[in-house]
């Protein structure tokens, strides 16, 4: 029996070892079909099960596909019959379980094992747990085969400030997304990899669905989404908030040359309160709700919660919870029956920081993020192994049927499959704002040592200060959406609990809309992006304007600052039935408390 051990192995100092008896159990994408936006579907077929079971030398098969899978059982029965007794006697896997789920024997092909280049925190068991679902594997055995053949790989981590690297030590080494692009750097060596870090702070969904071709093109191989503590956790299937989630996914999905998806649920302990407890509930949404998405299309989705609850609850090592690095990380503890007060979460020190989880109420320490990049690393271990051994899928176990499409309807009823007429954020948003009196494009955080990072927007903060920005809001030939009579303008802004104020957005020229109110105020103790929308009639040259306002907003604070960071287009029509209304974007506190006020 195989035991998970703490230390390196021999002459491989720093490296941990090779996952379990196939890598890791970890989940995978969809194979999806083609939409308006991408006419053509291009199928890239999976090997037979003679191409599979071949051995990679021959260059011509001596049995056909029949001869040798009556060949691959007979052996099977063989092996079956004279080992099987003392094999399970010992608790080991016998050869013949590939026979019987992949037609053709284990030693078809030398398995690979992918290792970490580094000593894993989790247990092989611990990192099976981790997997939500896994499905079929079809599109991540694309990209093992892609790497098995010496190919490089383009793959691309969408997220909020945990994928950006909040939390780590260094967001550039220790943080999840380095550490998981090591491991494939690691295990398959190239100069041509593309491997990029999309990840912007206080982002949802929405903001890369909308601007999905941004920030991933066309031709990736793997992108990796983290969301789950941006989403509203309340939000109802039919919100904005969860057909956005959806439409990231059909997007992703609906391309001529569909990525491997894998979704990522982060765990924030000291941000699951619920049901009598302040902290710590394990059934805290929306894991759950945005699972279901996985179940529908077939994608991979990987759960820190699985994995570690247990852990964390219990106090191990690295996975200790009941301090933070951060001595103001802020939380509202229950001191009795409906009774909760703001205060502060115990503060680890310096000498015990590295046995803890979280440096806030959200963001992973060093071994949370360590954590992240070995669930990450799981699903594609398993897929290498599964390509090496037989037991990917071949195109005679896939079902063809005209009448079921590789890409399903929506889920979510009423919803329709919307085509972003335009995006503009970070630099691109710039020239948007063509005329503008007491706004300046200028960084909330100047000190960053990146572009994203020092978050750049339209910022003014007098009363009367306006910006007039332009936007083509017409559709394309032939989008979905064309016949809609109006376009959907989504502006995006900062919320904050101190410091803000309000503006009104009114159509100045070209097209018409009805006037708008962004409110940029709140309680709570967060400073995020957040995305109002208003309706504007179709025109190449759609001006609107944003005035600050004397007004204060729903919560009163001194001051009257208003900060635009992004606007997008997008064209479907919103009488459809059951279509909430409201603004997105109002997600869970994701700034580090060490930013507070942004």
């Not at 092989?124 to 594997?137: C, D, F, H, L, T």
């Not at 320490?365 to 992240?372: R, S």
């Not at 957005?505 to 103790?525: I, K, Y």
Request: charged letters at 20%; glycine letters at 10%.
């Amino acid at each position: 029996m195989r035991r998970h051990s703490n230390s390196p192995k021999s002459g491989e100092e720093g490296v941990g070892r090779g996952f379990g008896d196939f890598g890791f159990s970890t989940p995978h994408a969809r194979h999806p079909q083609s939409q308006a936006d991408y006419k053509e579907q291009i199928e890239y077929p999976l090997p037979t099960v003679a191409e599979r079971c071949a051995p990679a030398s021959s260059s011509k098969s001596l049995l056909s596909q029949r001869q040798l899978f009556w060949l691959c059982v007979l052996l099977g029965c063989g092996v079956l019959l004279v080992s099987s007794p003392a094999l399970l006697r010992h608790g080991l896997t016998p050869p013949w379980h590939s026979v019987l789920l992949t037609g053709c024997p284990a030693a078809s092909q030398s398995p690979r094992r992918l290792e970490l280049p580094w000593k894993p925190l989790l247990t092989p068991e611990e990192q099976r747990r981790g997997i939500s679902y896994y499905g079929s594997g079809r599109a991540l055995h694309r990209v093992a085969t892609k790497l098995l053949a010496g190919q490089p790989i383009k793959a691309y981590a969408l997220g909020g400030s945990i994928t950006g690297g909040g939390g780590s030590s260094n967001y550039n080494k220790t943080a999840y997304v380095p550490r998981f692009f090591q491991f494939i750097r690691h295990n398959f060596p190239n100069r041509g990899h593309v491997l990029e870090n999309k990840g912007i702070a206080a982002s949802t969904a929405f903001i890369y669905a909308a601007c999905l071709n941004h920030h991933v093109p066309l031709d990736a191989d793997l992108v990796t989404l983290e969301f789950t503590v941006n989403e509203q956790w309340d939000a109802k299937y039919n919100s904005t908030e969860r057909r956005s989630f959806e439409q990231l996914l059909r997007r992703l999905l609906a391309r001529k040359r569909p990525p491997a998806v894998v979704i990522l649920h982060h765990y924030a302990w000291w941000y699951s309160p619920g049901d009598g407890v302040d902290r710590g509930l394990f059934y805290r949404e929306p894991e759950s709700a945005l699972s279901v998405f996985s179940n529908y299309y077939d994608i991979v989705t990987l759960s820190l919660r699985s994995a570690a609850y247990h852990l964390l609850r219990a106090g191990v090592d690295k996975f200790k919870v009941h301090r933070v690095a951060l001595g103001d990380a802020l939380h509202y503890f229950l001191t009795g029956p409906g009774n909760w007060t703001l205060g502060k979460i115990p503060q680890a020190g310096p000498a015990q920081r590295k046995s803890f989880f979280y440096v806030d109420s959200t963001h992973p320490a060093d071994p949370g993020h360590q954590v992240l990049a070995e669930l990450l690393a799981g699903p594609l271990s398993r897929a290498v192994w599964e390509a090496t051994t037989g037991g990917a899928l071949t195109e005679e176990e896939r079902r063809h049927d005209p009448a079921v499409p590789a890409l399903p309807p929506p889920m979510i009823p009423h919803s329709s499959d919307e085509v972003p007429g335009m995006c503009a954020m970070l630099e691109e948003f710039k020239p948007v704002v063509k005329r503008q009196s007491g706004f300046k494009y200028m960084p909330e955080r100047p000190g960053a040592d990146s572009f994203v990072k020092q978050k750049w927007g339209w910022r003014a903060t007098e009363p009367g200060s306006w910006a007039e920005l332009e936007v083509d809001s017409r559709p394309g030939s032939g989008a979905i959406g064309a016949n809609a009579s109006n376009a959907v303008v989504w502006l995006s802004y900062l919320r904050s609990y101190e410091g803000m104020g309000t503006a009104n957005v009114t159509c100045v020229s070209g097209c018409a809309c009805n006037s708008t109110l962004l409110d940029g105020t709140w309680e709570r103790r967060a400073s995020l992006f957040t995305i109002t929308r208003f309706e504007v009639s179709h025109h190449e040259e759609c001006r609107f304007r944003v005035t600050v306002l004397e007004e204060p907003g729903t919560v009163p604070q001194k001051g009257h600052k208003v900060v635009l960071v992004a606007v997008m287009v997008t064209h479907i029509p919103f009488d459809l039935k059951g279509l909430s209304g409201g603004s997105i974007g109002m997600v869970q506190n994701i700034g580090l408390s060490s930013d507070v006020g942004f």
